[in-house]
């Protein structure tokens, strides 16, 4: 079976700085990779996903994630912090014939400060 | 183009009391989920259905979690008797093409329970 772990269950960035947060997938076969955010009271939103075609992927508010097989890692980034990036990010995972069952990682919290 | 709606959006109920959450889809979408989100976790498959019909349910507490979608469209999910561990927030889903393999699940908002 597949699964995402994500490092750091809260991270904390200053407006302005680099965003980090980091993911990395366990799949027998080639996976398929989402990046989820969540903000306060609402539902999960894509952010971003790979399905086999290009290795970096640019998703919406300008976050983006390279898909990097030769360290099982689906890491999210993005150049310069926003306070409304402020949210919970969750990582999933499914594979070929999947279904859209996905997988999902225990979620990182990112705190903007000013 | 309308969400997924979800109702209630919060429930509070005594353990061995039964409580059912509804879930309306975006029209079109043949695909429908139902996630329990516990605090602190990432969000879990309990249920998916193609149509009306069932196409997973290895992860649902058959013993008392129950649900349906008998037209194909929306859904419910009932807990009887809940225990204390059922709290969580109860997250519905839905997407065009369960075969595709996008990802692209379209979340509602949540129903949040708490079993006191």
């Known amino acids: 079976a597949q699964s995402v772990t994500q490092l750091g269950s809260h991270v904390s960035v200053s407006e302005g700085a680099l965003v980090l947060l980091r993911c990395n997938y366990s799949?027998?076969?080639?996976?398929?990779l989402f990046w989820y955010v969540q903000y306060p009271n609402q539902g999960l939103q894509l952010l971003l996903k790979?399905?086999?075609?290009?290795?970096l992927v640019k998703g919406i508010n300008g976050f983006e994630a390279e898909f990097k097989k030769s360290e099982t890692s689906f890491h999210l980034t993005k150049p310069s912090a926003h306070m409304s990036d402020a949210a919970e990010y969750f990582c999933a995972v499914t594979i070929t014939g999947g279904g859209n069952k996905l997988t999902f990682g225990t979620g990182t919290q990112l705190k903007v400060e000013l | 183009e309308a969400g997924v709606a979800q109702s209630p959006r919060y429930k509070i109920i005594e353990k061995r009391q039964s409580v059912a959450f509804w879930c309306n889809p975006i029209s079109g979408h043949a695909t429908l989920y139902w996630y329990q989100q516990i605090l602190g976790q990432g969000p879990k498959l309990l249920i998916q259905f193609q149509n009306n019909g069932v196409v997973d349910d290895s992860q649902l507490p058959k013993d008392r979690f129950s649900a349906e979608r008998l037209k194909g469209v929306d859904s419910t999910l009932k807990i009887q008797p809940a225990k204390l561990e059922d709290s969580a927030v109860y997250l519905c889903?839905?997407?065009?093409?369960?075969?595709?393999?996008?990802?692209?699940?379209?979340f509602g908002e949540g129903s949040r329970l708490t079993v006191l």
């Open positions: 790979y399905t086999s075609a290009a290795t």
């Open positions: 799949s027998s076969v080639p996976p398929y």
């Open positions: 889903a839905s997407s065009f093409l369960a075969g595709a393999n996008t990802g692209e699940l379209f």
